[in-house]
Every structure is written in structure tokens, then in C-alpha cells.
């Protein structure tokens, strides 16, 4: 009778923790070594060469990078193998004394001090030029321009604006079916339970995050070569990036239920299918209209972007004025825009509240 | 001769998280009982009814329901453990936004296929039935009123309608009367003891205060810290097992 000898609950107690406690210790030495390459990396090239040696043309080579690389491993190492590092203490594996904490407390300053300082070295910041007489004459000339607008043109930006909130809301219907299919396919929660849906899970979510992480706009230039210059295009280039990203605002929605109601329709006998339907597409209706109607409206303001490299609507016509310079009907574009965005966030707000 | 229906015998259950919830514990059910489990929040009484239905997954020990060992089965043969044990939540878990009747259906689920339920076709039968369980429940008048519209009392009285509609050997009951007021509380718990009482339906209620178990148990396990502590009759808890079973500090507090 093997339920009745006696239950070592000790070793299994045990054996889960340091499972746990290996797997945290492997994260916390790559998460080290990237802490530490990247600090003496930026310190580096950012600091050294910039600031210590004044160089403006900054050398390169792979075998320094991989010097560089060996050495932080050899440190990180080192480091994490003491528990008083920065990994083991945001993977909650650190060791509790004096050391840990204060080691721990000046790395982080000093990372984020390093990454500051080189963000101000590489993006050039310079007050000068934007107070610089020059600037100022530059910026008097185009915002006069832009506030005196070309009416001439009104009914065909009318036109465009039209069609970009169109190819807004189409991207956004039409991609509906695929994100809320996608949505339930990447919810940790109805996925977790099984082998199988858990890689499909895992998978999907790496494809989406790669998905999401292109902007429309790359996507547009992608599908501008690919299908022509144009609307759909653009359409596309939404659509793509619609169920991206909704397939994550969704799944969170999912991950985000009361789990009570799971648990009622489960105790019943019901199955996965019947389970879902029952306890889970309740909840979740509302936020998914909410998020939809809200995806319609950042559509509109990204259809005016992508309309920029091609993707049809008010954007493309305003980039072939821009390359005119004719600023006046610039903007006479730029209002409508602006115009056109207000009302939509005003009534997606409006309409959202509603549903609530 | 009563017989049992439920025999759990050394069960262990350890979470991921390593907790250690039930250390090893052993008890049988007669069919008929009003069997009420007591303790201090954390003792385990969630744990132990949730690997009785199968909820939670038993990491050691052996349940038996009705003769069969139920401790490891899977699948449609746990799906079809799972429709005759009925099981009433301290938050009352209806599904929000539907109505009472929609949510008393859902106690049938296991018994229609899945497209009929995909499409909400249930049998003119399944539909009377649910009818007559708002009845025994008295809140048959509410039954197109949207759930989450209603009192708390009247919500935990849709879930007990909604595990009948399971026609339930067994009903486990998690601390349902928690979240009520003390006046709802005894009313809820008189709709229990109907059940038990008039259906003849095995009760498992897991309940914090005293007063209610006297009242309404027929025999009560305690547990502390996963492990059964006491087993007896009602009446047999006095000051010193009280004392024993929730901490010296505890005071015994009077529900009417």
C-alpha cells in the first residue's frame, strides 16, 4: 500500500525549492555578465574615449569587444558564485548582509549614471543651437507659415483624411478574428496546464513580441515594396501590427480575470472548451470592445505616420508638400490632423466610458 | 446501515511554492453527513476540499469516492467525478453580467455536449430543473435578474442552486457563509441543512464560527497546521479543545 508509508513532504519541499533556486542562480549569472559588459562597455566608449580622451571618431575593434566581454564574464562570475550581486538580489537569491546590499546599491547608481551620461553624449544634446539666432529665425518662418493655412486644397485633404480613417477602422475589423484567436492561444493561464498548449504558448509569444517590435512604420515600408505604394499597403502594415499588438493587451485581459468563476464552471465537470466559454468570454468581452475601439483610434494617428513612406491617406499627401516646402498648405494638413485625432480620442474616450 | 461515501486516507498536499498544506490526513464520510472541517485560516480546510473534487492536485495519499480511487484519475473519467461533487465558493463565483438562470445552468454543463453549450441550447428539461433548484433555494422570482445585481446572500443562494443542478452525491461548501452577514449567514446555512435534511445530499462545509457548527454539523473535523486535530461531535468542543484547536488568544464569538 504505497499511500500508506510515510510521506517524506521534507525532500519534495526541499527539491522544489532548490530547483527553483538553481534555475534563478543560471539567470542571475547571464543577467550579471550583461550588467557588467554593459557597464564597462559604456564606461568605455563613452566615457573614456569620449570624455577622458577626447575622441571624436571612436575606434573599433571585435577583438577588443571580445576582450572586454571575457573580462566581464570572469567578474560576473565571480560575483554572482557570492550571492552578493545585482542578479541575485533582483532574482530574490541574494544573500541578506551588509555587503550585498551596499555593493548592490552602488552598481545600480553607477548603471544608471553610465547609461544617462552616455544617452547625453550620444544624442548631442546642445541647448546653443536651439536658442541660437539662426534656429530661432528658422522656427519664426515655419510656424508662420503653418498658422496661415492654404484652403485651396481643403477638399482634397478632406478626401485623404477620409480614406486614412477608413484604412484605420478596416485594419483594425479585419484583424479582430486572428488577435482574439491569438489572444487565447497566449494566456498563460488557460495555456499553463498542458505540455503542448504551453509551447505553442511560448512560441507564439516570442512571434508576437518579434511582431510588436517592428513599428508600423517598418512594416509599411516592407509592404510598400512588397504589394505597391498605397492604401493597402499601409492597411497592411496596420493590420499586421494590430494583432500583435491586441493579441497582448488581449491575452493580459485573460491573464487578468477572476479566476472564482474558473474555478466554479471547472468543479462542475465542464470542459476546457465549455470552461473558456463560460467563464472566461464573459469577463472579457467588455475590455476586448474596449481595446478594440481604442486600437481603432491609435490606428488613425499611426495611419497618418505610415502614410509618410507610402502608406496612402493625409500622411502621404503630407509628405509630398513637405518636400515642396509649401508650408502654408503643410499646414492646413497639420490642423485637419489634429483636428481628426482630438474627435477621435475624444469619442473613443466617450464611447469606452459608455461601456464601463 | 449507512455507508461510507468518502475515504481520504494519509493525503499530503505540497504546493509549488513548497508550501506544506496538508500534512497527512485521514477521515471517512457517511452518506447523509453534515460534516463540518474548522481551523484557523491557513490550516488547510481550502486545500483539503479542493483535492477532494480535484481542484488541486493530491501530491501524496489516497482518496476514494464511493469504493473508487479517484486520488490520480484524469480527464473525462475525473470530468465525471467532478459532476456528481458539487462545491459552493466563500466569494460565490458566479459568472457577472449573466442572469441568475444562465448561471444555475451552468451547473449542467457536464451533461450537455459542447457545441449545444457553444450555442446556449439546453433541454426544456434542464431548463425546468433549474427552475425547481432556484426553488429549493427560494429565488426562483429572480431568475432573469442580471447575478452581480444582487445582495451577497442572494448570490451564494444562485451558487447553491447552481451545485444542485449537479444533483450532487456529495456538496463541499467553502467557507460560503465568510463573506455574509451574520443574519444571512444563518439563512444561508438553514438552505444547507435542507438540503442535507430533505435531499438526503452528503455535506462537506468548511465554517469559522462555532456557533454555526453546533447549530448545523452533525460531526466535525478540526484541522491545524494540515492536520486533523480533532474529530467528534459538536457538542464535545468545549473551552480547552477550542483553546487547542484556534491558539490561546482566541475568544469564542457568539453568531445568533
Same mark, same amino acid.
Given at each position: 500500500?504505497?499511500?500508506?508509508?510515510?510521506f #517524506?513532504?521534507?525532500?519534495?519541499?526541499?527539491?522544489t525549492?532548490?530547483?527553483?533556486?538553481?534555475?534563478?542562480?543560471i539567470?542571475?549569472?547571464?543577467?550579471?555578465?550583461?550588467?557588467?559588459?554593459?557597464?564597462?562597455?559604456?564606461?568605455?566608449?563613452?566615457?573614456y574615449? #569620449?570624455i577622458?580622451?577626447e575622441?571624436?571618431? &571612436? /575606434?573599433?575593434?571585435?577583438?577588443?569587444?571580445?576582450?572586454?566581454?571575457?573580462?566581464?564574464?570572469?567578474i +560576473? !562570475?565571480?560575483?554572482?558564485?557570492?550571492?552578493?550581486?545585482?542578479?541575485?538580489?533582483?532574482?530574490?537569491?541574494?544573500?541578506?548582509? #551588509?555587503?550585498?546590499?551596499y555593493? @548592490?546599491?552602488i552598481?545600480?547608481?553607477?548603471?544608471?549614471?553610465?547609461?544617462?551620461?552616455?544617452?547625453?553624449?550620444?544624442?548631442?544634446?546642445?541647448?546653443?543651437?536651439?536658442? +541660437? /539666432?539662426?534656429?530661432?529665425?528658422?522656427? @519664426?518662418?515655419?510656424?508662420t507659415?503653418?498658422f496661415? $493655412?492654404?484652403?485651396?486644397?481643403?477638399?482634397?485633404?478632406?478626401?485623404a483624411?477620409?480614406?486614412?480613417?477608413y484604412?484605420?477602422?478596416?485594419?483594425?475589423v479585419?484583424s &479582430?478574428?486572428?488577435?482574439?484567436?491569438?489572444?487565447?492561444?497566449?494566456?498563460?493561464n488557460?495555456?499553463?496546464?498542458?505540455?503542448?498548449?504551453?509551447?505553442?504558448?511560448?512560441?507564439?509569444?516570442?512571434?508576437l513580441?518579434?511582431?510588436r517590435?517592428?513599428?508600423?512604420?517598418?512594416?509599411?515600408?516592407?509592404?510598400?515594396?512588397? !504589394?505597391g505604394?498605397?492604401?493597402?499597403a499601409?492597411?497592411?502594415?496596420?493590420?499586421?501590427?494590430?494583432?500583435?499588438?491586441?493579441?497582448?493587451?488581449?491575452?493580459?485581459?485573460?491573464?487578468?480575470?477572476?479566476e472564482?468563476p474558473?474555478?466554479?464552471?471547472?468543479?462542475?465537470?465542464?470542459?476546457?472548451?465549455?470552461?473558456?466559454?463560460?467563464?472566461?468570454?464573459?469577463?472579457?468581452?467588455?475590455?476586448f470592445?474596449?481595446?478594440?475601439?481604442?486600437?481603432w483610434?491609435i490606428?488613425?494617428?499611426?495611419?497618418?505616420?505610415?502614410?509618410?513612406?507610402?502608406?496612402g491617406?493625409?500622411?502621404?499627401?503630407?509628405?509630398?508638400?513637405?518636400?515642396?516646402?509649401?508650408?502654408?498648405?503643410?499646414?492646413?494638413?497639420?490642423?485637419?490632423?489634429?483636428? %481628426?485625432?482630438?474627435?477621435?480620442?475624444?469619442? +473613443?474616450?466617450?464611447?469606452?466610458?459608455a461601456?464601463? | 446501515m449507512?455507508?461510507n461515501?468518502?475515504?481520504i486516507?494519509?493525503?499530503?498536499?505540497?504546493?509549488?511554492?513548497?508550501t506544506?498544506?496538508?500534512?497527512?490526513v485521514?477521515?471517512? %464520510?457517511?452518506?447523509?453527513?453534515?460534516?463540518?472541517?474548522?481551523?484557523?485560516s491557513?490550516s488547510?480546510?481550502?486545500?483539503?476540499?479542493?483535492?477532494?473534487?480535484?481542484?488541486?492536485?493530491p501530491?501524496?495519499?489516497?482518496?476514494?469516492?464511493?469504493?473508487?480511487?479517484i486520488t490520480?484519475?484524469?480527464?473525462?473519467?475525473?470530468?465525471?467525478?467532478? #459532476?456528481?461533487?458539487?462545491?459552493v465558493?466563500?466569494?460565490? @463565483?458566479?459568472?457577472?453580467?449573466?442572469? %441568475?438562470?444562465?448561471?444555475?445552468?451552468?451547473g449542467r454543463?457536464?451533461?450537455?455536449?459542447?457545441w449545444?453549450?457553444?450555442?446556449?441550447n439546453?433541454?426544456?428539461t434542464?431548463?425546468?430543473?433549474?427552475?425547481?433548484c432556484?426553488?429549493?433555494?427560494?429565488?426562483?422570482?429572480?431568475?432573469?435578474?442580471?447575478?452581480?445585481s444582487?445582495?451577497?446572500?442572494?448570490?451564494?443562494?444562485?451558487?447553491i442552486?447552481?451545485?444542485?443542478?449537479?444533483?450532487?452525491?456529495?456538496?463541499?461548501?467553502?467557507? $460560503?457563509?465568510?463573506?455574509?452577514d451574520?443574519?444571512?449567514s444563518?439563512?444561508?446555512?438553514?438552505?444547507?441543512?435542507?438540503i442535507?435534511?430533505e435531499?438526503?445530499?452528503?455535506?462537506?462545509? @468548511?465554517?469559522?464560527?462555532?456557533?454555526?457548527?453546533?447549530r448545523?454539523?452533525?460531526?466535525?473535523?478540526?484541522?491545524?497546521?494540515?492536520?486533523? !486535530?480533532?474529530?467528534?461531535? $459538536?457538542n464535545?468542543?468545549?473551552e480547552?479543545?477550542f483553546?487547542?484547536?484556534?491558539?490561546?488568544?482566541?475568544?469564542?464569538?457568539?453568531i445568533?
Open positions: 500500500m504505497s499511500y500508506l508509508r510515510e #517524506k513532504a521534507s525532500d519534495l519541499i526541499k527539491k525549492k532548490e530547483k527553483e533556486n538553481q534555475k534563478s542562480l539567470k542571475a549569472y547571464f543577467l550579471d555578465i550583461f550588467f557588467v559588459f554593459y557597464a564597462i562597455i559604456v564606461f568605455q566608449r563613452a566615457i574615449y #569620449k577622458f580622451l575622441m571624436d571618431e &571612436l /575606434p573599433f575593434s571585435w577583438g577588443e569587444i571580445l576582450i572586454l566581454f571575457s573580462i566581464s564574464v570572469i +560576473s !562570475v565571480l560575483w554572482t558564485s557570492t550571492k552578493t550581486s545585482l542578479a541575485c538580489k533582483i532574482l530574490g537569491i541574494a544573500k541578506d548582509n #551588509k555587503i550585498a546590499k555593493t @548592490n546599491e552598481f545600480g547608481w553607477l548603471l544608471f549614471n553610465l547609461t544617462f551620461i552616455a544617452g547625453w553624449i550620444i544624442t548631442k544634446i546642445s541647448i546653443v543651437d536651439v536658442f +541660437s /539666432p539662426e534656429g530661432m529665425k528658422g522656427a @519664426n518662418r515655419i510656424f507659415a503653418l496661415t $493655412p492654404e484652403f485651396s486644397i481643403f477638399d482634397e485633404a478632406l478626401f483624411i477620409i480614406e486614412t480613417i484604412l484605420a477602422l478596416l485594419a483594425t479585419i &479582430l478574428p486572428i488577435t482574439i484567436l491569438l489572444s487565447f492561444l497566449s494566456a498563460r488557460l495555456m499553463k496546464d498542458n505540455k503542448i498548449t504551453f509551447f505553442i504558448y511560448y512560441l507564439l509569444r516570442i512571434i513580441n518579434f511582431v517590435s517592428l513599428e508600423p512604420i517598418i512594416w509599411a515600408i516592407i509592404f510598400s515594396v512588397w !504589394v505604394i498605397g492604401p493597402f499601409g492597411m497592411l502594415s496596420l493590420m499586421i501590427h494590430t494583432k500583435a499588438s491586441n493579441a497582448k493587451l488581449y491575452s493580459e485581459a485573460i491573464e487578468g480575470i477572476n472564482g474558473v474555478e466554479a464552471i471547472k468543479a462542475t465537470g465542464a470542459n476546457k472548451i465549455q470552461i473558456v466559454w463560460y467563464a472566461v468570454v464573459p469577463q472579457i468581452i467588455l475590455p470592445l474596449s481595446f478594440t475601439i481604442y486600437r483610434d490606428n488613425v494617428r499611426m495611419a497618418t505616420i505610415i502614410g509618410l513612406v507610402g502608406g491617406g493625409i500622411g502621404t499627401m503630407l509628405i509630398q508638400y513637405q518636400g515642396l516646402a509649401k508650408w502654408n498648405e503643410v499646414g492646413l494638413i497639420v490642423i485637419m490632423i489634429a483636428l %481628426v485625432v482630438w474627435v477621435m480620442d475624444y469619442v +473613443s474616450a466617450k464611447i469606452r466610458e461601456i464601463y | 449507512s455507508k461515501i468518502l475515504e486516507q494519509n493525503l499530503h498536499k505540497v504546493y509549488n511554492n513548497g506544506h498544506a496538508l500534512k497527512g485521514s477521515f471517512e %464520510v457517511e452518506e447523509g453527513e453534515f460534516l463540518v472541517v474548522i481551523g484557523l491557513g488547510g480546510k481550502s486545500t483539503l476540499l479542493r483535492c477532494i473534487n480535484r481542484l488541486h492536485e501530491s501524496h495519499g489516497k482518496i476514494e469516492f464511493f469504493k473508487k480511487d490520480h484519475i484524469k480527464g473525462k473519467e475525473l470530468r465525471n467525478i467532478q #459532476k456528481q461533487i458539487g462545491m465558493f466563500q466569494h460565490f @463565483n458566479l459568472i457577472p453580467r449573466k442572469t %441568475v438562470l444562465e448561471n444555475v445552468l451552468t454543463l457536464a451533461s450537455i455536449s459542447t449545444n453549450s457553444l450555442i446556449g439546453f433541454p426544456q434542464v431548463i425546468d430543473d433549474a427552475y425547481r432556484l426553488e429549493i433555494v427560494g429565488i426562483s422570482e429572480k431568475a432573469h435578474v442580471r447575478a452581480d444582487l445582495s451577497g446572500g442572494q448570490q451564494q443562494r444562485v451558487a442552486a447552481r451545485s444542485l443542478m449537479q444533483h450532487p452525491k456529495l456538496l463541499l461548501a467553502d467557507e $460560503p457563509v465568510a463573506s455574509l451574520p443574519a444571512t444563518n439563512s444561508v446555512m438553514q438552505y444547507f441543512e435542507k442535507n435534511k435531499l438526503g445530499t452528503t455535506i462537506i462545509c @468548511n465554517l469559522h464560527f462555532l456557533s454555526l457548527v453546533r448545523y454539523a452533525t460531526r466535525v473535523i478540526a484541522l491545524k497546521a494540515g492536520q486533523i !486535530v480533532f474529530q467528534g461531535l $459538536p464535545e468542543i468545549d480547552k479543545w483553546k487547542e484547536i484556534y491558539g490561546e488568544e482566541a475568544m469564542e464569538v457568539e445568533k
